[in-house]
């Protein structure tokens, strides 16, 4: 009887959690050891409980009689539909070792440009946060002491109220980022809302593409035909408008079109990229083409990054320069009104 119990709780992997599986899987295939041992392995070895309740729910699927496609069926949600796919084709066409080797190669690039983006915003927003900080200080402690020239203030009082009102501030603020991290159908359209900016849209697009010409490349190598190839690349972009032009495009593949026309008409990717699809589906070597693609736009990413971060610099600045221009203005606005109501 099949086990419904990841599906129904909705435990998705994590991208460390998806390098484990797949990196052990991957190993331990490469040393000859049977698919259904991985899986046990797993279930012994894994310090991920997630992991482990995963493969568990697999093997049970295979050892009651199901193939390695089936077993994963309703399951493709944990490990991402892309990988989940590309992963049991791999097996079905003999080539899981190839397929293991290219989804490790990705997660692994996933992983170093987040590190890279998180690295490299990380510095802007803690001087955001703290500036956001010193300005509360301000507001509702130092503000307060010059108002009060003069009066007898209880100062430890104040200074407990001040700490409280800051840290429901920053209450609320993380309460917001939860609740849009949190929130997948918020999330999307957040992103969405992002990716219409010129400042991010570049850096966003970039990243999901490399991705889906990956993704794409993969799914070639493993003998996917192209409409699934192209279900399996749309996977991978959380971009609702690119979601809706590339489901027309696979559409387009099915009834008969080449990639290559479908991708143009879909108007998501420049003409040089279409060129080079149309070529490499001339010449039979789309996979080839799809992993030049993937490697063009992670250049193209590096570089919008860098142009981010030259653009928020000035921008971070200025707004610093705000904070302290309305704080020194409200501090001697308050002391010489303290000083003048004492004459």
Known sequence: MRNNFIAND???????????????????????????????????????IKIKQFCSIILNNIENGDSIKEAFKGYSEVLGIAYTTLLTAGEEAGKLEDVLSGILDALNREEDIKNKIISSVSYPACIFFLAIGVWLLFKFFILKIFASIGEDINIPLLAISAIIKIVIVYGIILGVLAFIFFNKKFLRKFLDFISSLVIFSNLMKNFYFLNFFNVMALAYESGIMASEALYLGNSVIKLPKVNIKLRNAQKSVQHGSTISKALAASGVFPGSDISQISAGEQAGELDKIFKVLSHNYEN???LALKSLLKLIEPLLILLIGIFVAYIAVKAYSSYYSAIFSML
């Open 10 to 48: 909705n435990i998705l992997f994590s991208l460390n959690e998806k390098k484990e599986f797949f990196n052990s899987f991957y190993y331990m295939y490469k040393s000859g050891l049977p698919v259904i041992e991985i899986f046990r392995s797993l279930i012994n070895s894994s310090s991920s």
């Open 300 to 302: 193209k990413l590096n």
